[in-house]
T-cell receptor, first 115, second 115 residues
Framework: AQSVSQHNHHVILSEAASLELGCNYS??????LFWYVQYPGQHLQLLLK??????LVKGIKGFEAEFIKSKFSFNLRKPSVQWSDTAEYFC?????????????FGTGTQLKVEL | KAGVTQTPRYLIKTRGQQVTLSCSPISGHRSVSWYQQTPGQGLQFLFE???????NKGNFPGRFSGRQFSNSRSEMNVSTLELGDSALYLC??????????????FGSGTQLSVL
């Protein structure tokens, strides 16, 4: 069965610390990969996406993610977090063809950044 | 331009009742997807509609149904409500059925509580 695993459910960091959130997927076929973020009281929004090409993708607000096909991973990174990065982060996968907009999401990582 | 609009924002129902949720996509978007978000299961795909036709379906019982109108607005219906249906129901829209480099735009959701 298709699945997405996010290893860290809750992460607490101090401002300026580096962030890496793990995401692994199990999917039969070529995939597109996404990271979404949900800030407190706001709707879900796209942070970054990988469709093809350079496996290192850059998103909004200084976030980046690296697609490692051999490890079925798409980890999210940020060199220096800010208090405003406090949010819930979701990794998502979909088939690159024929899957429409059917995304399989991980269960999310709640990030809290302390001042 | 206006974002994805979901109504109502909150709903309280009792077991056995049915409920209809509404989603108005961003103007020009023809694809509407529905997701159920719960603390334990995260986000799970319900179904996707494009040009008034269901194009993808998740693993939910037949009590969950939907439709899309000619103006791309979509409704989701849940019949014979169960306590476990309590969740945040999210709607997302896009121009097409998951074309390359396309992204989903999510609404704020309808919070359904079943008592």
């Amino acid at each position: 069965a298709q699945s997405v695993s996010q290893h860290n459910h809750h992460v607490i960091l101090s401002e300026a610390a580096s962030l890496e959130l793990g995401c692994n997927y199990s999917y039969g076929g070529t995939v597109n990969l996404f990271w979404y973020v949900q800030y407190p009281g706001q709707h879900l929004q796209l942070l970054l996406k990988y469709f093809s090409g350079d496996p290192l993708v850059k998103g909004i607000k200084g976030f980046e993610a690296e697609f490692i096909k051999s490890k079925f991973s798409f980890n999210l990174r940020k060199p220096s977090v800010q208090w405003s990065d406090t949010a819930e982060y979701f990794c998502a996968v979909r088939l690159s063809t024929g899957g429409g907009n059917k995304l399989t999401f991980g269960t999310g990582t709640q990030l809290k950044v302390e001042l | 331009k206006a974002g994805v609009t979901q109504t109502p924002r909150y709903l309280i129902k009792t077991r056995g009742q049915q409920v209809t949720l509404s989603c108005s996509p961003i103007s020009g978007h023809r694809s509407v997807s529905w997701y159920q978000q719960t603390p334990g299961q995260g986000l799970q795909f319900l179904f996707e509609y494009f040009s008034e036709t269901q194009r993808n379906k998740g693993n939910f019982p037949g009590r969950f149904s939907g439709r899309q109108f000619s103006n791309s607005r979509s409704e989701m219906n849940v019949s014979t409500l169960e306590l476990g249906d309590s969740a945040l129901y999210l709607c997302a829209s896009s121009y097409t059925l998951g074309a390359t480099n396309e992204k989903l735009f999510f609404g704020s959701g309808t919070q359904l509580s079943v008592l």
